[in-house]
């Protein structure tokens, strides 16, 4: 379960305080992947850095009760000079899984052939996606967390079979996908939110939250 309870964040741009969260309440319970619809420029990405920790609230309580993955494409967690095969084995012992395994799996999903024996920080932004992506994919989490939705790469084969198995995902995980565009999340969500002016509205399906987004567009 992952739980926010009156949390507050904001920014000062300089010009403006720029609200994020404004109190904001709400729950994911395990099993039923969340979909939040949020404009452009309203704070999609800082609400998923909340949510794996990567980011504290001004004000209120975030509970994670289970294993949360960190946002998908987040390179935080990988050192540039390292090379995929070092990235992979250090981060598998971080989180207590067997380091061959990750190896072998981020190794076979990414297809980046001798590149995985390189230091990332060589590596091309769609080749930087694909490991990034596959070592989430790799790893054992109950909630995974995806801002906009899968990167899509100029590998059409990395493209399908990283589809298919984050579709498998969803059989026994749950995901929590923030984008502006309704379209995206229907691949993913089973209930919907929605974000604007600070405060989120949560919806049983993404049908109700899409009208509310569509009326405020």
């Known amino acids: 379960m992952l739980e926010f309870r009156n949390v507050s964040k904001s920014f000062w741009t300089g010009q403006r305080r720029k609200v994020i969260l404004d109190g904001a309440s709400f729950r994911v319970d395990l099993g039923r992947s969340l979909g939040i619809l949020a404009p452009n420029g309203t704070g999609k990405t800082t609400l998923i850095n909340m949510m794996a920790g990567l980011e504290k609230p001004d004000e209120g309580e975030i509970t994670r009760a289970c294993?949360?993955?960190?946002?998908?494409?987040?390179?935080?967690?990988?050192?540039?000079?390292?090379?995929?095969?070092?990235?992979?084995?250090?981060?598998?012992?971080?989180?207590?899984?067997?380091?061959?395994?990750?190896?072998?799996?981020?190794?076979?999903?990414?297809?980046?052939?001798?590149?995985?024996?390189?230091?990332?920080?060589?590596?091309?932004?769609?080749m930087r996606a694909r490991f990034t992506f596959s070592l989430m994919l790799a790893l054992d989490f109950d909630i995974y967390l995806i801002d906009e939705g899968m990167p899509q790469t100029t590998d059409a084969e990395f493209n399908r079979k990283a589809g298919e198995i984050l579709r498998e995902r969803l059989e026994k995980t749950t995901v929590v996908i923030v984008s502006h565009q309704p379209e995206v999340l229907e691949r993913f969500a089973t209930t919907a939110a929605v974000l604007k002016d600070g405060r989120i509205t949560m919806f049983d399906t993404l049908e109700e939250a899409r009208e509310l987004y569509d009326y405020q567009a």
Do not use: C, Q
């Open 67 to 126: 294993r949360i993955s960190f946002p998908l494409g987040f390179m935080g967690g990988v050192v540039s000079k390292h090379t995929a095969k070092e990235n992979s084995r250090y981060i598998a012992r971080l989180y207590g899984l067997d380091p061959d395994y990750v190896e072998a799996f981020s190794r076979w999903l990414s297809g980046i052939g001798e590149y995985f024996d390189m230091p990332v920080g060589t590596y091309s932004a769609g």
